[in-house]
C-alpha cells in the first residue's frame, strides 16, 4: 500500500490552510471552512396568544374563602406548603389578615413560611405586623431578620422603627441584618441609627454599617483599614461620622441612588 509521508501531509495542510489546493491524490478537499458570525434577531412575538394569567383577588373573602384561608394555616408547615402558599397568593391580599395570624403560630417554619408568602403576595397590609415581628426580642433570629428584609422589600418607610430596636439587640447576627438591610431604607433617619453601629463590638456588624452609610449618603471618610481594626479603631474612626453628621444633618438630604453603567 502507497502510504503518504508525514512531510507529504504537512505541505498538504499547509497549503490548505494557505488557501491554496492541494493535489488529491485521494484526499479529500482540505480548504478550512471559517465560522460567520451571524447576527442575533429575536423570534417574532405572537401577538394571537391570550394572556392566561389569572389576576390576583381583589374582593373581600366570602365565608367559605375565610374559612378555607383559615385551614390553609397549618399547611404552611411540611409536604403541602408550597401549594399553601400559592393557595394564598391566589386568595390575594384579602387573605393577609388570616395570614398574619401565621406569625404567632408556634412553628418557625409556619412563621417564616407565613412571611415568603407576604412577599409573593404584594401584601403590604401585613407590613405593621411583619415590623412587629422584626422587633420581638424572643423571636428567633432567621424570622427576625426575614421580617424585616420583607417589610422593606414591601413598604420601607415603615422599617426605621424596626431597625432602631434591632441595632441594640444583644445578638450580632440581628444587629448585622439591621446594618445590612438599612441601604435599602432611603431616610434621613436611618442615619442616626447607623452612625453608633461603626464601633460595634463585631467587625462584621461595624463594616455592614459603614457600608450602608457609604450607600446612602457617599460621604468619603479619611482611609482606614476597617478590614483589621479593633473595637477601640472603629469607636475613635467613628467620631469622624458623627462630626460630620453634627454638622450636615439639618441640610443632608439622601442624594439619589446610581444607576448601573450600561455595557457597550
Known amino acids: 500500500m502507497n502510504h503518504s509521508s508525514p512531510l507529504r501531509i504537512w505541505v498538504i495542510l499547509a497549503i490548505a490552510l494557505a488557501g491554496g489546493t492541494a493535489p488529491h491524490d485521494g484526499w479529500a478537499d482540505l480548504s478550512p ?6 447576527p442575533y434577531e429575536a423570534p417574532p412575538t405572537n401577538q394571537d396568544i391570550p394572556d392566561v394569567s389569572i389576576p390576583p383577588n381583589k374582593n373581600p373573602l366570602s365565608p367559605e374563602e375565610l374559612k378555607r384561608a383559615e385551614a390553609l394555616l397549618p399547611l404552611l408547615e411540611g409536604k403541602q406548603e408550597f401549594w399553601a402558599m400559592g393557595e ?26 407565613a412571611i415568603e408568602t407576604l412577599l409573593m403576595m404584594k401584601g403590604v397590609a401585613g407590613v405593621p405586623a411583619l415590623v412587629s415581628t422584626a422587633k420581638e ?6 424570622v427576625r431578620e426575614h421580617a424585616l428584609r420583607v417589610a422593606i422589600r414591601l413598604d420601607p418607610t415603615k ?11 444583644q445578638n450580632p447576627s440581628v444587629r448585622k441584618a439591621a446594618a445590612f438591610e438599612s441601604r435599602y431604607v432611603r431616610q434621613k433617619v436611618i442615619i442616626p441609627t447607623l452612625i453608633p453601629m461603626v464601633s460595634d ?6 463594616l455592614s454599617a459603614l ?4 450607600i446612602l449618603t457617599r460621604h468619603e471618610t479619611e482611609f482606614h483599614d476597617w478590614d483589621t481594626s479593633t473595637k477601640q479603631d472603629r469607636a475613635l474612626w467613628s467620631n469622624e461620622w458623627v462630626e460630620w453628621w ?4 439639618e441640610v443632608f438630604e439622601i442624594p439619589e441612588p446610581r444607576r448601573p453603567k450600561r455595557s457597550l
Open 211 to 214: 457600608q450602608s452609610l457609604w
Open 88 to 113: 394564598f397568593v391566589h386568595l390575594g391580599e384579602p387573605a393577609v389578615p388570616v395570614l398574619v395570624k401565621a406569625l404567632t403560630m408556634p412553628s418557625p417554619r409556619i412563621r417564616y413560611n
Open 246 to 249: 453634627d454638622a450636615n444633618k
Open 33 to 38: 471552512v471559517w465560522p460567520v458570525q451571524v
Open 159 to 169: 422599617a426605621p422603627e424596626a431597625i432602631e430596636v434591632m441595632a441594640k439587640d
Open 137 to 142: 426580642p424572643s423571636e428567633i433570629s432567621r
Open 201 to 206: 463590638d463585631e467587625r462584621f456588624v461595624a
